[in-house]
T-cell receptor, first 110, second 113 residues
Framework: GQNIDQPTEMTATEGAIVQINCTYQ??????LFWYQQHAGEAPTFLSY????GLEEKGRFSSFLSRSKGYSYLLLKELQMKDSASYLC???????????FGAGTRLAVHP | GAGVSQTPSNKVTEKGKYVELRCDPI?????LYWYRQSLGQGPEFLIY????????DSGLPNDRFFAVRPEGSVSTLKIQRTERGDSAVYLC???????????FGPGTRLLVL
């Protein structure tokens, strides 16, 4: 079976840094995606990791350890607009079949 | 188009009815995916098209669900004899090719009464 775990909810303060963890156990692995989803909207692409290590993109960074089945999304200089759900997804197969975690709801407070 | 579009944005139907949900992918994208998202959950894979053919329909819950993409662009997800448990947001995504990043549409919110 496929299992992807991430915390259900997190809270953080505007201007702070938050790390959202994701662990996975899947049959097969091509890479790991992070998507952001505001309430009632479509998921939007944030990052993609294939190799171990840290990928940095502006205020957002994503880390992957394939041997540990672990990833995290790091959000710096938090803004109120970062309040959203963050979805971790493992890519399977040659065509990126995505298996999603349940998502982490992040609330950013002033 | 500029992004993936889906129609209708909302659909309310009665148990037992038939519904069709439409997806217009990003122009030129050959890969198209359907997902279903229940409240508080992540999207769940339903079916993947490469061109006109359904390359993987392993996520379709049962034979009441069917999807087509006759010309390799627009896709329609069809649900027969709807049940209350079918209520969810149905998301469509497209990508430039197998293995490339998927871009999602806004979804169709289906409510079966």
């Amino acid at each position: 079976g496929q299992n992807i775990d991430q915390p259900t909810e997190m809270t953080a303060t505007e201007g702070a840094i938050v790390q959202i963890n994701c662990t996975y156990q899947t049959s097969g692995f091509n890479g790991l995606f992070w998507y952001q989803q505001h309430a009632g909207e479509a998921p939007t692409f944030l990052s993609y990791n294939v190799l171990d290590g840290l990928e940095e993109k502006g205020r957002f960074s994503s880390f992957l350890s394939r041997s540990k089945g672990y990833s995290y999304l790091l959000l710096k200089e938090l803004q109120m607009k970062d309040s959203a759900s963050y979805l971790c997804a493992v890519s399977l197969g040659g065509y990126n079949k995505l298996i999603f975690g349940a998502g982490t709801r992040l609330a950013v407070h002033p | 188009g500029a992004g993936v579009s889906q129609t209708p944005s909302n659909k309310v139907t009665e148990k037992g009815k038939y519904v069709e949900l439409r997806c217009d992918p990003i122009s030129g994208h050959t890969a198209l995916y359907w997902y279903r998202q229940s409240l508080g959950q992540g999207p769940e894979f339903l079916i993947y098209f490469q061109g006109t053919g359904a390359a993987d329909d392993s996520g379709l819950p049962n034979d009441r669900f069917f999807a087509v993409r006759p010309e390799g662009s627009v896709s329609t997800l069809k649900i027969q004899r709807t049940e209350r448990g079918d209520s969810a947001v149905y998301l469509c995504a497209s990508s430039g090719g197998a293995g490339e990043t998927q871009y999602f549409g806004p979804g169709t919110r289906l409510l079966v009464l």
